[in-house]
């Protein structure tokens, strides 16, 4: 089994379990254990979720990224932006966190044709 981050191929969205990361316009959702949250908790906090993009596997987990119409408040968690979260030294999950970025830029600026 690999461990960390990495890229994989599709995933079955209709699968339970694995992992999320949220993101709105604030940046990426984090509470006291990191940016990382079980996906099925998140599925389950009713969000106005925009578009569901799988990332890759983290430590042999699917990771998917939630991407929200809008920040929303959830009790324990704060929105913090890339650079936030490079000044903590997250060396480990920055990279899959900079992809998500960057596969969320993408599916949002070509969701109805090109930007």
């Not at 903590?88 to 993408?106: N, V």
């Amino acid at each position: 089994m690999a461990f960390g981050w990495q890229t994989t191929p599709a995933m079955d969205y209709a699968l339970a379990g694995g992992w999320a990361l949220l993101r709105s316009s604030q940046g990426f959702l984090s509470d006291t254990n990191g940016v990382l949250f079980p996906r099925e908790w998140l599925k389950r906090q009713e969000l106005d979720v925009l578009s569901e993009q799988f990332l890759g596997r983290y430590d042999g987990e699917p990771v998917v990224l939630l991407e929200l119409h809008r920040p929303e408040e959830i009790q324990g968690c704060v929105w913090q932006g890339l650079r936030q979260i490079l000044m903590q030294d997250d060396r480990e999950l920055f990279p899959m966190l900079g992809y998500a970025e960057q596969i969320g830029a993408w599916r949002r600026q070509h969701r109805f044709c090109g930007n």
